[in-house]
């Protein structure tokens, strides 16, 4: 049996041979809510004439530790008694454990359990054992019942609305009548009242600690989400909390999570089952028919394409299938003790951003708890929403940094080059004559002329870029001419690649794609980008493998109003800690790259308001998906 926790006690003398002691938890109970407690197990005492009450709220880990008592016999007997039990009534060890089968037949886990999961009103015994098996043998508790004269002892759960909050017993020298019954009822009215007010208190006071910690941590994303399911855990007394965020592709990896074991227990949990809890492979994917039961999947679908509130279950394993076998899930849920699970999405507006998981040893999620937890995701919504303002905020700071650093460079450079092509049409012009007169007509005239077109489509190049607020010209563009030529332009620069890597390019392009509105250097320019990685990823896996690969470039109508084009390779893949930085400023995995490529990629495929998004499996391939509007 383990320990609640320590706590010391006090003695006070009430009326006569009243003898009152309190238990002081500061981090579980509050002065406020003890004071009331023990009036109550008083006048239990007092006005009923009883030879001692109890008061137990239900605590986290379904607990019922003892937090008030009173008794109506001499100091000296008490002590006696104490001595004889080896227990003192709010020591540690006197706790009732409604989930362990040593106690079933304890009379106040009987009231509280009841019959088929319902609480009984009461539940009367003439035995004074009931009251403190197992904790107290059947011997010392048939003496202790004789040195008192107790006749009838009775345990009286209390309740919220229908959810068990605590339970009240008594011991006296006569049976209970119903007025004395109907009186401890009324008496748990109060303690229930009083719980209330404490969880209304704590509740305000988690929530506000919670506000000032996102508050700290509104730039770190992943910080605040660490926040939402650490409070839930250590602050709310759950078994495990976790936070998954809709990403592209609508799928809802978990970002953090939090449990209230050890953490080598976890880890050799997740052993078992065979995926960490923060990992690759735990991830709930929306469009993909395997996930349709999953909880999360369900709270987030909901009914006709409208989110749930919530979603309940008893099984840990709607929570995790089809990723964990159901006969490893049920194996963890037993050993953890979870009795329910829940999901409740989060949102911004009207869209869903994000999902938070509970697992409760508590049979129920009561209507408070529901609530609080619902709050909670609207703090990790609006916590992602600043965390993700102020990283966009500083991602466009840091590329209009870029650009006007990139700008500057280039006006200078531009204004070099024009210099020297000037000079170089000058000493072409002064050497033409000579040409005409010693130069047969043919081919080196036509290259004179040739020499002369490209200097001035040279110039006009510079123009623009001496101009770069100048309007690329848009026109009707053709998307899969766009993506052959863009593999044409890459594929004679890395011809010898191909050849040397066994590398294979396959092209599958839809005919019913309609010309969309854009200019046609800049959309091939963005497809160049993304085939050109995946060739790069295609050869460094080759040189691991000594084996050929695949690059397959589709494209498709997925719709009346929309293109999908995908490109798709077998390379070396991308690591998962770096899959969400690829269009990311300045980041690359090259030593050389400046990590522009696939940003500018993003910025110009949403400014067409279409879609870009990367899947990836490490040491396997990438995935791009592109959608375009037609």
């Known amino acids: 049996m383990t320990q609640v926790s320590m706590f010391n006690s006090s003695v006070s003398q009430h009326d006569g041979n009243v003898l009152s002691r309190s238990n002081r938890l500061a981090d579980k109970i509050s002065d406020e809510l003890q004071q009331v407690l023990q009036r109550i197990a008083d006048d239990v005492v007092n006005s009923l004439g009883c030879v001692g009450a109890m008061v137990a709220p239900l605590e986290a880990g379904n607990v019922l530790p003892v937090r008030a008592y009173s008794v109506g016999i001499h100091q ?24 362990d089968k040593n106690f ?39 003496l202790a019942q004789q040195l008192t004269g107790i006749k009838q ?25 119903q007025r004395d019954i109907d009186f401890l009822i009324a008496l748990g009215h109060q303690a229930a009242t009083a719980i209330r007010s404490q969880r209304r208190l704590a509740d305000i006071h988690t929530l506000e600690q919670v506000v000032l910690s996102l508050q700290a941590s509104m730039t770190d994303e992943k910080r605040v989400l660490q926040i939402i399911v650490d409070t839930v855990v250590h602050e709310l007394d759950y078994v495990g909390a976790m936070v998954a965020t809709m990403e592209s592709g609508n799928a809802l990896p978990v970002r953090a999570y939090a449990v209230s074991m050890a953490q080598d227990i976890i880890q050799e949990w997740e052993r078992k089952l065979g995926v960490g809890i923060v990992s690759p492979k735990s991830i709930a994917y929306l469009d993909d028919d395997r996930f349709k039961d999953n909880l999360s999947v369900r709270a987030v679908k909901g009914v006709n394409g409208h989110p749930e509130k919530f979603v309940v279950s008893d099984s840990l394993y709607d929570l995790f299938r089809p990723i964990v076998p159901k006969p490893l899930a049920a ?62 905020s500083e991602e466009r700071r840091r590329v209009s940094q870029v650009f006007a650093d990139m700008a500057f460079n280039s006006t200078v450079q531009v204004h070099t080059l024009r210099n020297h092509i000037g000079a170089f049409r000058m000493y072409l012009q002064l050497i033409e004559p000579f040409i005409k007169q010693h130069v047969p007509e043919g081919n080196m005239r036509d290259l004179g002329d040739d020499i002369h077109f490209r200097l001035m489509k040279a110039a006009e190049i ?4 001496h101009e770069p607020w100048r309007q690329q010209s848009e026109s009707s563009v053709d998307i899969n001419a766009c993506l052959r030529h863009a593999a044409k332009k890459v594929l004679p620069n890395a011809k010898h690649v191909y050849e040397k890597y066994g590398i294979k390019l396959h092209l599958a392009l839809a005919e019913d794609l309609r010309l969309i509105s854009t200019s046609s250097e800049m959309l091939q320019e963005a497809f160049k980008i993304i085939i050109d990685n995946a060739l790069e990823a295609v050869k460094e896996k080759v040189e691991q493998v000594d084996k050929g690969g695949d690059v397959w470039i589709e494209s498709r109508r997925v719709s009346n109003t929309k293109a999908q084009i995908t490109i798709r390779d077998s390379g070396i893949g991308i690591k998962p800690d770096n899959l969400s930085k690829i269009f990311e400023m300045r980041w690359s995995t090259k030593e050389v790259g400046m990590g522009f490529g696939l940003f500018w990629t993003k910025e110009y495929i949403e400014g067409l308001a279409g879609t870009i998004d990367a899947e990836s499996t490490w040491q396997e391939g990438t995935t791009f998906k592109i959608t375009l509007p037609l």
Do not use: W
């Open 153 to 177: 002892v009775i345990a009286v759960p209390f309740f919220l609305d229908d959810e068990v909050v605590g339970n009240l017993f008594a011991a006296s020298r006569q049976e209970f009548s």
């Open 331 to 392: 194996m963890a849920q037993k050993f953890t003790g979870i009795k329910k699970v829940i999901a409740v999405p989060f949102f911004l507006e009207d869209e869903v951003v994000g999902n938070l998981f509970v697992a409760s040893r508590h049979s129920e999620f009561s209507e408070r708890e529901t609530e609080i937890l619902t709050i909670l995701g609207q703090q990790a919504a609006v916590g992602i929403r600043n965390a993700r303002i102020y990283r966009n």
């Open 462 to 465: 510079l123009d623009t870029l």
């Open 76 to 99: 000296e007997l008490l002590n006696q008694l104490e001595s004889k039990l080896k227990v003192s009534f709010l020591n540690p060890e006197c706790v009732a454990y409604l989930d």
């Open 104 to 142: 079933k037949d304890n009379l106040s886990v009987r009231a509280v359990n009841g019959k088929r999961g319902r609480p009984e009103k009461y539940i009367v015994s003439d035995s004074l054992y009931d009251l403190f098996r197992p904790i107290v043998n059947r011997p010392l508790s048939l």
